[in-house]
């Protein structure tokens, strides 16, 4: 990738507003990324709070601290805001901070829309979490909201399909804007092929976005009208079907998964080229890899739902078009590893993330591909198998991929370097204590105890412990993380404007922190 | 909301709006879509 050198006057282009008013009004992609990466790290600690009460009544057996319900609606909302409130938005605050920066655009393309959207979003978990508070509760169905279970929820049920229908309307215009700024506004010479990896994955995923979003608000759409209005979309006294509500849930369901993982997928392969200090190993496959990804993620959604009772053929087809998403997924692990082959290796915080995202997401892909199996799976659904094989896949995969662009980009972002032991110190820490957390649930799903329940028999009850001990360490060390994050804002040796050694990409051509305005003249890519 | 913003250039601006559009209508006859198959089958 050419360099483009950023004469620019960084004083006049950092002329901002101050105050409240600057956060409620602001049409600044930087802004509004920061507000989206801030908004996710919130609900990250909540969704995290909600997860400590769930290992600690599963601490023991029997029943300690909460009443089964309460239980459920922890389930729930953990998830809902996990998927939704925590990742969902970090991998959108980071696409608002560095795409129009790695394209070489002055801002996204529809500024205004862009606010609405976070605000959208912010309104949307009020009024979810609000549900906590309503008689009855907050959802208690688990994410996938399958009925009947969900029409028995009670005043939450309209409150949480309107956030569902809110949060829906927020990704889909954040995805429709990130299609427009890098199909319509990369700087001259910025071919889709000189792209960076992290755009490109975020191209992709907002395809996925604006095929997939409208298919979970038709869902709970339906839900809704099959509660209030008497129809039997799903209701079987009225010629429904409730495993209708599954196709369509999982059709949504299996391309969101890869929603929080595609741009995973760009992050860590920006990082290991950086760290390695050799260009990504088979840009081309890599593009076509995560297209591939993309694609196939369409046609596996009944591999959820094995157990429904689905024809031989249903099966099988299902078994072999989700064992072919190995065959991308490997191609993107080949080049990785390819691409530290024989590099000059260092290992800051950013890059010690994208090694163990590597090593740990991969053992989530493997017990996917087990679960991929329909004979096998008959004994891994709904047991605590299928719960260690989808953290692996999104803490030490998504979460992990989001902390390593954090710290990947931090520096670009407030000016200022990390503490770079603490920062170690937390890497070590979260990638101990997730092991202790999710390893042992593969045991415990393997000797069959269930998902989603407080109490369990005695003889689960060791791992379940150190599952949960781990649980807390997690937890703890989250907390770093946030102290980290405040302390680099204030304080801190200044970074330069490559901050690593020799980094490629137009975001390390401006001054750090970033000018408030960058690119305002479009630069010229050779 | 004074900063400088492809709005300035309103000929990329009509085709920034236009894409959109056709990008959400994408959605919203995804959206439908469902309605109108469960309503076939």
């Known amino acids: 990738m050419a360099h483009h050198e950023h004469t620019a006057d960084a004083a006049h282009h950092d002329e901002k507003p101050h105050g409240i008013t600057r956060w409620l009004t602001t049409t600044n992609h930087k802004d509004i990324g920061t507000m989206y990466l801030l908004f996710s790290l919130a609900m990250f600690l909540i969704g995290g709070l909600f997860a400590m009460v769930i290992r600690a009544e ?34 959108v605050g980071l696409a608002n901070w560095m795409i129009p920066m ?9 500024p205004r829309m862009n606010l609405f959207s976070f605000w959208l979003l912010f309104f949307a978990f009020m009024l979810l ?9 907050a959802p208690a169905s688990g994410w996938t909201l399958y009925p009947p279970l969900v029409l028995q929820t009670g005043n939450a049920f309209p409150v949480a399909v309107f956030a569902i229908h809110l949060m829906g309307a927020s990704s889909i215009m954040g995805a429709i804007n990130v299609i427009v700024t890098i199909m319509n506004m990369r700087a001259p010479g910025m071919t889709l092929l000189k792209m960076p990896l992290f755009s490109w994955s975020w191209l992709i995923t907002a395809y996925l976005l604006i095929l997939v979003m409208p298919v979970l608000a038709g869902g709970v759409t339906m839900l809704l009208t099959d509660h209030f209005f008497a129809t039997s979309f799903f209701n079987p006294a009225g010629g429904g079907d409730p495993v209708l509500f599954q196709h369509v849930f999982w059709f949504f369901g299996h391309p969101e998964v890869y929603i929080m993982i595609l741009p995973a997928f760009g992050i860590v392969s920006e990082i290991l080229q950086t760290f390695s200090r050799k260009p990504i190993f088979g840009y081309e496959a890599m593009v076509y890899a995560i297209a591939s990804i993309a694609f196939l993620s369409f ?17 099988m087809f299902f078994t072999l078009s989700t064992m ?8 993107k692990v080949f080049n990785w590893t390819a691409t530290m082959w024989r590099g000059s290796l260092t290992f800051e915080p950013p890059m010690l993330f994208a090694i ?62 990390y503490d770079m032991k603490l920062a170690k110190f937390h890497f070590w820490m979260s990638t101990i204590f997730v092991n202790v957390l999710f390893f042992p649930q593969h045991f415990l799903g393997l000797a069959g105890m269930p998902r989603r329940i407080p109490d369990y028999a005695t003889q689960f009850a060791d791992w379940n412990m150190v599952s949960s001990i781990g649980g807390f360490g997690f937890g703890l060390s989250q907390l770093l993380f946030v102290y980290i994050i405040f302390k680099t804002v204030h304080s801190g040796e200044k970074a330069t404007a490559a901050v690593w050694d020799q980094p490629t990409g137009l975001e390390w051509t401006v001054p750090s922190p970033a000018p408030y305005h960058t690119f305002d003249t479009a630069p010229e890519v050779k | 909301m004074n900063d400088p913003t492809p709005q300035d250039a309103p000929a990329l601006r009509r085709r920034n709006v236009r894409f959109a559009a056709v990008l959400g209508l994408v959605a919203v006859v995804v959206y439908i879509a469902f309605f109108v198959i469960k309503g076939m089958g």
């Open chain 1, 58 to 91: 599963l601490f023991q057996p029997g029943l300690q601290f909460v009443d089964p319900g309460f239980f459920n609606q922890m389930t729930t909302m953990h998830a809902l805001l996990m998927v939704f409130g925590a990742v969902m938005p970090a991998t």
């Open chain 1, 129 to 137: 979490l609000s549900t906590l508070f309503l008689p009855g509760g």
């Open chain 1, 299 to 315: 046609i596996v959604w009944a591999h959820h739902m094995f157990t429904v009772g689905m024809p031989l053929a249903g099966q």
């Open chain 1, 324 to 331: 072919l998403i190995a065959i991308p997924t490997g191609v």
């Open chain 1, 102 to 110: 790695q394209i070489g655009a002055p801002d996204m393309a529809l």
């Open chain 1, 356 to 417: 163990a995202f590597l090593f740990l997401f991969t053992i989530g892909g493997f017990s996917g591909l087990m679960l991929a199996i329909a004979p096998a799976d008959f004994q891994y659904q709904d047991t605590y198998f299928v719960v260690a094989h989808f953290h692996y896949v999104l803490v030490p995969g998504a979460v992990f991929a989001i902390m390593a662009a954090v710290y990947y980009w931090l520096p670009k972002w407030t000016g200022h370097m």
